[in-house]
């Protein structure tokens, strides 16, 4: 199977990198799914969006990501996130709570964001 360098990175810290199969990311111009191979592009990643990655291991890795950039070059994919959280680190109770409560759009916001990770990681 073909397979690409590829990181995500968020301004706090290096989350991961590897090699994956396929990158999947929302950006400004809608979903893309992005192969080994590639022809190269430069995307902005939407607020409160969801990056999926699925390893060379066959492991799917899912973050909530709050804006940033996705480059795509003939030798490495590079996510470039304003800050990122992985599905598994979410705490959907605490999620749950502050999309409820609604106090602050922006928390509101990412917490939706952190939901639809979840249940992207839950899915085949």
Same mark, same amino acid.
């Given at each position: 199977? =073909? ?6 990175? /968020? *301004?706090?810290?290096?989350?991961? +990198?590897?090699? $994956?199969? %396929?990158? @999947? ?37 899912? =973050? ?6 996705? /480059? *795509?070059?003939?030798?490495?994919? +590079?996510?470039? $996130?304003? %800050?990122? @959280? ?39």
């Amino acid at each position: 199977m =073909a397979e690409i360098a590829a990181q995500l990175v /968020s *301004v706090e810290r290096a989350l991961w +990198t590897g090699t $994956a199969t %396929s990158i @999947t990311a929302q950006t400004t111009e809608g979903e893309i799914g992005v192969l080994p191979g590639h022809e190269p592009l430069l995307g902005q990643l939407v607020e409160n969006g969801v990056v999926t990655i699925r390893t060379t291991d066959g492991e799917k890795l899912v =973050a909530a990501v709050q804006g940033g950039f996705l /480059s *795509v070059s003939p030798q490495k994919i +590079t996510i470039l $996130a304003d %800050s990122a @959280t992985w599905a598994h680190d979410v705490d959907v109770a605490d999620a749950e709570a502050r999309v409820s409560r609604g106090e602050n759009e922006h928390e509101k916001a990412t917490a939706e964001s952190e939901l639809r990770a979840v249940k992207r990681l839950q899915e085949k």
